[in-house]
């Protein structure tokens, strides 16, 4: 009889990776983040555990949104809370502005399971920056190849 391995908290071994986004299309990228920081490339993964790994994501605002008018067509809202505070941005504005790495961030998330405890602490090991710049050279973090994953698609 054959046994299926289950990972426990204490067991896990969360390893740091560094994903270049320069040219990458946005949503492919995402997907295999979110599938990282889940830990579903392990052949460890479970469900109910955090096998996941850290995730650097560097020139963030370098990414590539494919699609004639993507760029313009791709709206976020939000509402203030206040009566008529809807508001929008659209991801031209949010790549030319003050926090390029929202655009990536925000995708990321929205490929992650829905809000829960756990989810919440696997999203929490996901570091974007704008530049090619980023504080976590202590953890030596090692390079993810990841346009060989997206020219299989």
């Known amino acids: 009889m054959k046994l299926t391995a289950i990972a426990k908290k204490n067991e896990v071994k969360h390893e740091w990776y560094v994903i270049d986004a320069t040219d990458q299309p946005m949503g492919r990228l995402s997907s ?11 052949p460890s ?6 096998t996941g790994d850290n995730i650097i994501i560097i ?5 590539r949104l494919t699609g004639g008018r993507k760029l313009a067509q791709l709206v976020h809202y939000w509402h203030t ?3 008529g505070g809807i508001k929008e941005i659209t ?7 003050k926090n390029p790495e929202r655009l990536v961030t925000r995708s990321v998330k929205r490929m992650m399971p829905k ?20 504080p976590h050279g202590a953890q030596k973090p090692k390079e993810f190849d990841i346009s060989s994953i997206i020219a299989k698609k």
């Open 115 to 134: 809000e829960s405890p756990l989810s919440r602490k696997q999203f929490s090991k996901l570091h974007v920056y704008a530049g090619s710049e980023h």
């Open 91 to 97: 991801a031209e504005r949010e790549l030319a502005g």
């Open 81 to 83: 809370g206040f009566p």
């Open 32 to 42: 295999v983040v979110a599938k990282m920081l889940r830990g579903k490339h392990k």
């Open 59 to 63: 020139n963030a605002d370098k990414v």
């Open 45 to 50: 993964f479970t469900p109910n555990v955090d």
